[in-house]
């Protein structure tokens, strides 16, 4: 039995080594929370962390803050970085191969990569210098690790250093998440309009009546059932489900809402924002404390980060309180093209045009580069088969769409100012709510808005003729706004918020059903005052 004595042993022996081994890789890639490093800032930065593991990160100015949040991101999140990167330049096949190569197809019809080195290359010289330190600290972060991120291993791949214009990618990661990237719902909607009668289309289509809570008070009306009978196109279609009794909704949804000081007992207002996006591991926002002094005057900001990027994205300076829900209006359209005879050329108001081509080369690992010829028109890209005779408006596509003014929010000292910087931030538009110490609330909405002339904005629609079109985008002075309501309270939930003209404006770009804003509506009209405490007990009602 000797040799099956030293078998086990070398066995044991081997377990333990791999055990080991794979116990040294993984301590290894955790971050560095204890000790000092040389590092490239002008003065020392403090990173502490409290009970939680939030950090809080103490500089001298903003740039090597910036440095010490994208060092901290690094250790913490790079992979998660690498994913919002590579999702939006269509470059996940190089990570996980052939799996990935058709979303990879479909991202690169916007050309996000091309677009965010174009972004960072006309940023504002104190945002290029702030992104560049920002950058600087996620390598250094990345380099300070002993071992990648588990992943990599995992995936027997090696992370690349973050560039600057990685971080205008991670942006057009949020758009891909909180706007619609394909125009399916106006395919769909244009394919509903031509198969169905007007009056079923108006019935079907309308925005519900039922839960009726925007901010300015608007009401819609029910468009009663029509008369006639069930359109036949819809009574063939057989149903997918198999079990068709009534579920709650598994949509995702946000919330903020807001009271003025005349509804506390101290006379400063209370903001609460709660940001819903799909349960992930690790979560999309990291918690961080930023503190710096600028032209001798002290900053400090503490809210949620998008790891990727430099700034707080919600959150307090001590002046203004902030957060956002996702505006659901209509920031795209689909443009029905209107064809040569050999398909070679579109119609416009200047007559035929040739269509431009793009090369895009798409790395997948473990296979050769795959080609994509990407079409595109004077209005945007055209949309992949079987909706080649369609091309996509949209604002991510512009540089209004993508730039990080939202860094101004961190300084603003109260809400008629934060109302006014709304329109130069580069986000995808957004319900922005904001309180400040002094008493005042107020909601907008941040990001650039389109200004343009669509006879339906619902529905793809003929350009050629200059009856539908983008003119540019709306100056500050012509977005909607609400300031100090005479109730006291404003409320978003990612459904109708207001109507009329202004609804008009932005559109519908799939409102929610309105039970939650109803909900909250209510729930802050029940009381005449209200506190951190009642607030949070709005958040936690979960009926709806």
Known sequence: MLWFKRISISLLTLILLVAGFLYFVLRSSLPLYEGELPAEVNQSVAISRDAQGYASIEGENRNDVAYALGFVHAQERFFQMDLLRRNAAGELSELFGEMALELDKKRRIHRFRAKAEWGFAALPAEHKVLLKRYTAGVNAGLAELGWPPFEYGLLAQTPRNWVEADSFLALYSMYLDLQGAEG????????????????????????????????????????????????????????????????????????????????????????????????????????????????????????????????????????????FTNSTADWSDVIALKLDEKAEKYQTTDGWQEFSYQ??????????????????????????????????????????????????????????????????????????????????????????????????????????????????????????????PQSGQLWTANSRMIGGKDLELIGNGGYDLGARGQQIRDALLASAQHNEKSLHAIQLDHRA
């Open 184 to 323: 399916k719902d106006e395919l769909a909607m244009g394919l509903m309009q031509q198969k169905l009668p007007q009056d079923w289309y108006d019935f079907l289509f309308q925005h519900s009546p039922d839960w009726q809570a925007a901010m300015d008070e608007s009401k819609v009306s029910l468009t009663p059932m029509p008369k006639s009978s069930y359109p036949a196109v819809l009574a063939g279609q057989k149903t997918a489900c198999t079990d068709c009794s009534l579920h709650d909704s598994t949509d995702i949804g946000s919330n903020n809402f807001a009271v003025s000081g005349k509804r506390t007992a101290d006379g400063r207002a209370i903001l609460a924002d709660d940001m819903h996006l799909g349960i992930r591991v690790p979560g999309t926002w990291f918690k961080a404390q930023l503190k710096w002094i600028e032209n001798g005057e002290a900053y400090e900001v503490a809210g949620v980060s998008l790891p990727g990027t430099p700034a707080i994205v919600a959150g307090s300076n001590g002046h203004i309180a902030w957060g």
């Open 359 to 484: 090369n895009e080369v798409i790395k997948v690992k473990g296979q050769p580069d795959e080609l994509v010829l990407q079409k595109e028109t004077i209005w945007g890209p055209v949309l992949t088969p079987p909706f080649q005779n369609y091309a996509y408006r949209w604002v991510a596509h512009d540089p209004q769409g993508a730039n990080f003014n939202l860094i101004t929010l961190e300084k603003s000292k109260g809400v008629k100012e934060t109302l006014k910087l709304a329109a130069s931030a580069g986000v995808p538009a957004q319900n922005l709510l904001v309180a400040d110490k002094d008493g005042a609330i107020g909601w907008t909405l941040i990001g650039a808005l389109p200004q343009r002339k669509v006879q339906q904005m619902d529905t793809p629609q003929d350009w050629s003729n200059g009856q539908n079109n983008w003119t540019g985008y709306l100056s500050q002075s012509a977005y909607p706004q609400i300031y100090q």
